[in-house]
């Protein structure tokens, strides 16, 4: 081990001093483990308070009075990111399995460069589960940095020059943050500096960037393992958040989108919300240096293609599919067909949970990429743990599903779970187990005023029991729908599961 690794490692593996003041924030061991009950008791879901939502529990639920905190059923949650960070307060006991596949945002350009699965809507997610304290207390200012984007409106070079102030350290971000945090936050933020500049012929660009990407992507390139780096964001956040990634990779994950009249679209971004690549990112003309021995003898550098990719962009309303999505599948580096394994903690959890929730937000990007995977069906399907199965309906349609009704919705994943996911077989015998609906899904979670029709005949036809979540006001626009939150979930689970 050399100098530079050397000095790596005394920064991130070493504890805090004792004695180092929090103010209000939780205890300031960098390793403290996220403590998760192994085997919780299939207790009622505690009801509290509605985090703003104004309904009235229907007859029949429970509400918790005593002051002891119960164990709430174990619960596995199937989201993205922005979709579900809303409401992922609603949940006490829960695991977050989330897509590596996303190619929007800054993510775009760490993977361009460096490869490796994307880790956008993990670190979205991570930022969301950190615990509530004062913005000028330790953790805030934890928080305040780990969720800073470098500015998209300016000169590279200037974007560069902010760069240059966080790993040095003279950013006022790095205030009120306690110095051993902050030399083990900076120390993996150097090393994704060292990476970068290895690959120094690809230009890498930090417009845009998220400072939580960039210290995820340089602890996983640093232990080669994104559960590595999740465990090390968590610990230094003091986050109890469980989350997982749904497949176990050091590679790129690029998911494809096949429409029913047969065209093809790849990635994620191509798929949901296509935009434009940055005006500073027009593809390059061949280059001497086209050929790095770093990234592998014969690999071509891909074009540029940073994708300045917001959420308000999907707000703003979507350009229909030219066809519905017939499947979805994933594709290695070289444009093959591949059929990866799910994590198998994933695989694991689904054995010990009591409910599963398909959470709001893109169907087809990030739900069914958990979901097209081998294994998962049976997993979800023979679970004896499994008490209810639910799907949170969106409130409005977006591209990827652009005329679905309900019932469109539960086919498709019900199509997907269905799909035979298993490398292809050759020889007799290649039958596959056609689940019923109810195997996948047993409750349909809607909002009052959701612009997706609702039938509910059909419904329960197929075996789904639908609920409407019947709220006083509700949040949302004409172009967007009724959106849930933290409350609204919670009252919802509450009705299922008991």
């Not at 229909?320 to 599948?329: E, G, H, V, W």
């Not at 709001?360 to 679970?383: D, E, K, M, N, Q």
């Not at 939150?485 to 599961?497: F, K, P, S, Y």
Request: aromatic share 8%; charged share 20%.
């Amino acid at each position: 081990m050399d100098q530079h690794q050397t000095h790596m490692v005394d920064h991130s593996l070493r504890l805090l001093r004792p004695g180092t003041h929090l103010d209000d924030s939780p205890g300031s061991s960098v390793f403290d483990l996220p403590v998760h009950p192994a085997n919780p008791s299939p207790q009622l879901l505690e009801t509290r308070g509605s985090g703003g939502s104004n309904f009235d529990l229907r007859p029949g639920s429970i509400v918790q009075t005593t002051d002891t905190p119960e164990l709430s059923p174990k619960i596995t949650v199937i989201s993205g990111g922005s979709g579900g960070n809303s409401i992922c307060t609603a949940f006490d006991n829960a695991c977050f399995v989330l897509p590596v596949s996303d190619d929007g945002g800054s993510s775009s350009e760490i993977i361009r460069v460096l490869g490796g699965p994307s880790i956008g809507d993990i670190r979205s997610r991570l930022v969301r589960m950190i615990p509530p304290a004062p913005p000028n207390s330790p953790l805030g200012a934890v928080r305040a940095l780990l969720s800073y984007r470098l500015p998209a409106n300016v000169s590279e070079r200037e974007a560069r020059e902010e760069w240059r102030d966080i790993i040095e350290g003279h950013s006022p971000l790095w205030s009120g943050i306690p110095n051993d945090r902050k030399e083990t936050i900076r120390g993996f933020l150097v090393y994704f500096e060292s990476e970068v500049l290895k690959r120094a012929h690809k230009s890498f660009s930090f417009l845009n960037g998220s400072i939580g990407n960039y210290f995820i992507s340089g602890a996983q390139t640093f232990f080669r393992s994104l559960p590595s780096a999740i465990f090390l964001f968590a610990s230094i956040t003091n986050s109890q958040a469980n989350i997982l990634p749904v497949i176990v990779t050091n590679h790129t994950v690029t998911i494809g989108a096949e429409l029913e009249h047969g065209i093809r679209l790849v990635g994620q971004c191509e798929i949901s919300h296509p935009v434009n690549p940055s005006s500073s990112f027009e593809e390059d003309g061949p280059k001497m240096d086209a050929f790095s021995p770093i990234d592998g003898m014969g690999e071509s550098i891909p074009r540029r293609s940073n994708v300045m990719y917001r959420q308000t962009d999907k707000d703003r309303g979507y350009e229909p599919l030219p066809a519905r999505i017939y499947r979805l599948y994933y594709i290695n580096a070289y444009g093959h067909e591949v059929h990866p394994t799910p994590n198998p903690e994933f695989i694991a959890t689904l054995a010990t949970s009591e409910a599963l929730v398909y959470s709001c937000g893109s169907l087809w990007t990030s739900v069914i990429p958990c979901l097209a995977l081998r294994g998962v069906a049976s997993a979800i399907a023979r679970s004896t743990h499994l008490r209810a199965k639910i799907l949170l309906l969106n409130g409005s349609n977006d591209r990827e599903t652009d005329g679905y009704t309900a019932v469109d919705y539960v086919k498709a994943i019900v199509g997907v779970l269905n799909s035979d996911y298993q490398k292809p077989s050759y020889g007799l015998g290649n039958a596959s187990t056609v689940y019923p609906t109810s195997a996948f899904i047993t409750h349909l979670v809607w909002l009052e005023g959701t612009s997706v029709e609702v039938n509910e005949m059909t419904l329960t036809a197929l075996g789904v029991k639908a609920l409407m979540v019947v709220r006083g006001n509700i949040e949302g626009d004409e172009d967007q729908g009724p959106r849930y939150d933290a409350g609204v979930v919670r009252h919802a689970l509450t009705q299922i599961l008991t």
